[in-house]
């Protein structure tokens, strides 16, 4: 799994018709200790409503075809989870508001 942030979308007028309904999201990964941006991006399709600015958990492989969104897809990244908190050696890294940091 993939600790990334959603940066902006992927629009593409042409593609695979097993590709139209869900949107294609482009994720930064980023590092678990400073939640800052790696400069590595990826692709993903989004199965449950991310957002600009969000942290993901994101999918790849095989995985990546086994949501609700995305079974019988050509994909090899999903989205498949919006972070709330991230909690690393006892200490919270990141939490998406100071109501879920507690």
């Not at 678990?32 to 942290?55: C, H, M, N, P, Y």
Request: aromatic letters at 2%; hydrophobic letters at 40%; one cysteine or more.
């Amino acid at each position: 799994m993939i600790l990334g942030r959603v940066v902006g979308t992927v629009v593409s007028t042409h593609k695979d018709r097993r590709l139209e309904g869900v949107a294609s999201l482009l994720v930064e990964k980023v590092d678990v200790r400073t939640q800052k941006g790696s400069g590595s991006f990826l692709v993903a399709l989004d199965a449950v409503g991310a957002g600009i600015g969000e942290v993901v958990v994101c999918v790849s492989g095989s995985s990546s075809r086994m949501t609700d969104a995305t079974t019988g897809r050509p994909v090899d990244a999903t989205i498949t989870a919006i972070v709330d908190q991230v909690e690393l050696d006892g200490a919270v890294a990141y939490a998406k508001s100071p109501e879920s940091a507690r």
